[in-house]
């Protein structure tokens, strides 16, 4: 029987990690869980750095951007030594077991432990690049792209009212998810990102046609380019100087981010936090264990989190016709 | 061979309409369709009072919250005599089909047509009430939800600072969804909708024994409930005197109304607007009729427009359960 | 020399109050002086229930709505005995001095102090309402003003989407001012506020004869009037129905409520509150007494607390003069 | 007496621009005065590119960022040539006057005119920079402030979360207002702008000493740096790279740039933009001319165009003198 478990908050920071928090201490005060919660990532169970986490510590915190645990990313379980300090850390403590909010990144540091670990071992997708195989959507991304095209619509005013041409750079380092998502959200008139193939000033005029045939044809105000970052060598400041060049119009660039980090989390991931922390909660009790908590076609589901960076999440491909479909017009 | 449709918005707006509308017109235009635009509704039919809908003039307007096409109610649709003009007003302008944005309501009106038009009919699903059968979402709902908890996030901050109880009444006529999503996003401490039971004063202390439980034994500094119109015989204001007095502590009735359906629509229902408005069309050049193009599991689908009111959407159980499990606690 | 002093909010919470403890507390540091804080204003001073403020317990409060000490009337004050007990309670405590952070009203309430201590008294306006004179703005009036905007330019959406007549109740109990300045911002069709005068079933056609004007002439496709609670016998939702009976149009009343307490406050007000609570901890140093601490034309200066509530504060009449030019038009 | 004037928008876009249209409009209908747009800013003037302006033109635009009439530098107006030909444009259109919305450099280019044109020539400043003389702010500024207010405010989240330091560069090319303004606001642990003096390689440890006292004795979990562009040879970025260097830790620079010039307007530009876009017209009406319509200590007022670039307009030295003494604390 599960009396005492650990949670923590790893890798890039997400919004709603503190509402996956709050539905993790609430559910298990329900089972008579004792929950502590370690600092800094992993970082805190090396170090033996954590707080008791009462109901009154998550009261009012379902709104609040970052982490009330804090984030980091560790080197250290990266090594052997690592995990099997980690493990040593979670028996001392007389832990039934462990929540890891995070990434693919931080569920293979939790993979680590489990070779010198004997309780269970659960994940919880937070991340805003939505890039977890196993779950329709993760912790954050969903606020990620409000935060974005709340920026994106100020940009469109003035792109509008002085006629100029914009590049938004968005996060993302291995996936177009928020780029594709924000640019159709905002009506860009262009998306750029890694799976619509890779851009160099060899085949820049891929992206110039449609730009031309938009100033000649439909006499667009102002045109936005949402991009992924890293899509030109020399980052999306080189793209806009290449397309300024190329146009002879002034191009700008505009590099988002980490507001796009920050933020009160929006209901969406409000409402996924709180359903992946109390599931992953009553999985455990339930005997769970090496699973993510994720979320597929709005039913709860666990996942192995051996898989969960096996393969490129795909976007949605209806959207990426449509999108190209209309670009191209 | 589809070479002319018409477009409306009818019943109550719903953010994201325009996203609707912005992507009917752009994918009518890739396949050289022509696309009108009535104005308020069936009403617009009915007095053929339209305008034209080029991409141009749907640029930008994704953003916007309303509908620029304006939205109403159409009693004269609801006669046979109406359905028989509707119908006559489709032939003369030679539309080969028509897409209406609406809840079922509006769907009903659409089948009502059906009988005497020999063009396409096919629905969108916009209401904030996510109340349609046949798709997980309508366009709306995302966005009301998100303003309900930005109002309630802020009377959080003046109920706990002045430690007062609050009832924040949110709208859905017929069905508890936006006030049983928006509760647990907003971290309600309890929340009263329909498909919880009836309430009335003879069972008042079913409401009345987590309160009072929550005060004595968690000394929380704020107490928010959120309520479902129609939950309480005399309104939400009644329900507030009959607590004020049983508990003897000031409780308000803040009613959001009309706030709900405004605003730029959040980026998810400007990509399921996108999406269907997009679904819409093609689907009608593939010879759809008297279907709705909902989303089922991030696939877009069609459905039969005379089954979306067929019976009431249930709410996540699991949801339902847990928020239910911590009220009690 | 001072050394320790105390701080309190009182009355109506007003989004600030949390950047003008935390500028006392920052300033108190760099001036050696230690700071306490009472909870729920002037009760907790009467029962000792309080907290040491250190910098650390201020950081990143700046941007927070509500109060952490929280705020309460305190109607034992009005009593001499109150009086007597409150400053006997600075007396045991050591405070050489208290700082107030609320209305007129807890203004008066710090007088009455002053009858029994010896220590110096000094007060910074918090109140959304902007009725405190001695100061061009009170802390939180900037906050509900866009607050109010906010939820109006929603009103807005749907009232242009569905052609209707909506009447927008913003606080202010006895004085126009947040009525008048959102109404303007809003663009709102009609403003009624206190100040234009008395409202009665008798004189109704003043306010009817502009919205029948405007549907004649102007084709308006929503009408907004922004109108000051107490403004109409029997609230702003009779004031609807005795429209909408006049008129044969559905007139709909919206009461925003509470929500214009809440919500991080805006730049301004972050502002005002940091000049003047590091104000009030500067004059207190340098000895005065009795004094708020105001700004007026860009400067702080300070004001006798005993003339705060002296004379309504007038609301701008280049700005009334325009609003009824533009309405009457 | 005056029967048509023209107005236009100049130089970079600011928030509340439409929203002084508007007030131009109405105003002028008041007083039976035509109204034209140019588009473009001065380029419209020259290219007699415009559009007839009444009031259901400017309905529901207060609320709207960016400018309808759209914004550009204008080259031509620089040279003798232009001027010529803009003042004769004016008399071709036989406008009584023309209104500049703009900063002291669209002053400059309304002087410039003044030499060839008979007509009445007024200001109304409109630029986020508030670098204007003869007014206490300018249109837009305001917004400005909290658009960069709420990047920050997100910074903070994940600056917090994840313990970094963060320098944000906001908007300012001569002028440290924005910096300070958002900097104060935002309660940033450091401001950096041009008023405080040269920041070099060579001075770096002026702002390293208060990073590494507060780090030393504070344990702050966040640090965030505001400055103002152009505060650093080869940029924020280089100086963030600087800073990582020197300190060991990982420092960021975020440049929000053009997002601070969109947005809906907040109501303090609302209200500033419909007084000074009212008062221009009924003093152009009183026979006003080559003047700006400014608001000095909440009054209207009337300040030569010749004059609002002649000083600096100085940062209120009492926030620079607190912020510092917060700072090296």
């Known amino acids: 029987m599960i009396k005492r478990i650990g949670v923590l908050t790893s890798g890039g920071d997400a919004p709603g990690m503190n509402a996956a928090i709050r539905a993790i201490v609430l559910t298990a ?31 009012h915190i379902i709104q609040q951007g970052g982490t009330l645990l ?19 850390a979670l028996h001392s403590l007389q832990l039934d077991g462990l929540i890891v909010i995070g990434g693919d990144g931080s569920f293979r540091g ?10 269970q071992l659960i994940g919880v997708p937070g991340t805003i690049d939505n890039d977890v195989d196993g779950t329709d959507y993760t912790i954050g991304f969903a606020t990620a792209i409000d935060t974005a095209l709340n920026a994106i619509d100020k940009i469109r005013d003035t792109a509008d009212a002085f006629e100029r041409i914009f590049l938004v750079e968005l996060m993302g380092r291995h996936s177009g998810y928020i780029t594709l998502s924000a640019g159709i959200a905002a009506g ?33 105000s102002s045109y936005i ?14 793209l806009a100087d290449a397309l300024s060049k190329a146009l002879n119009i002034e191009c700008r660039a505009c590099i988002l981010g980490h507001i796009q980090r920050g933020g009160s989390p929006v209901g969406a991931d409000r409402i996924l ?15 769970a264990n090496l699973m993510m908590a994720g979320e597929v076609n709005q039913q709860a589901v666990l996942y192995p989190l051996a898989k969960t960076g096996d393969k490129q999440k795909q976007i949605d491909p209806y959207m990426v016709r449509w999108q ?3 670009a191209s017009d």
Do not use: W
């Open 29 to 59: 005060a329900v089972h008579n869980i004792d929950v502590i919660g370690f600092h800094h990532g992993f970082n805190g169970l090396l170090e033996q750095d954590y707080q008791m986490l009462l109901p009154q510590h998550v009261q």
């Open 70 to 88: 804090k984030s980091a990313r560790c080197k250290a379980l990266h090594t052997d030594n690592g995990a099997q300090q980690a493990a040593a």
């Open 110 to 119: 939790t993979l680590a432990i489990a070779k010198y670990y004997q309780g």
């Open 188 to 220: 860009a008139e262009q998306i750029i990102c890694p799976e619509f193939g890779t851009l160099t000033e060899a085949n820049l005029q891929t992206i110039l046609t449609p730009i031309q045939h938009a100033q000649l044809l439909r006499g667009k």
């Open 225 to 238: 380019i949402v991009v992924a970052e890293n899509s030109y060598p020399g980052g999306t400041t080189a």
């Open 273 to 287: 936090a709180t359903k992946l922390g109390a599931y992953a909660v009553e999985q455990m009790v339930n005997g």
């Open 324 to 326: 190209q479909c209309i």
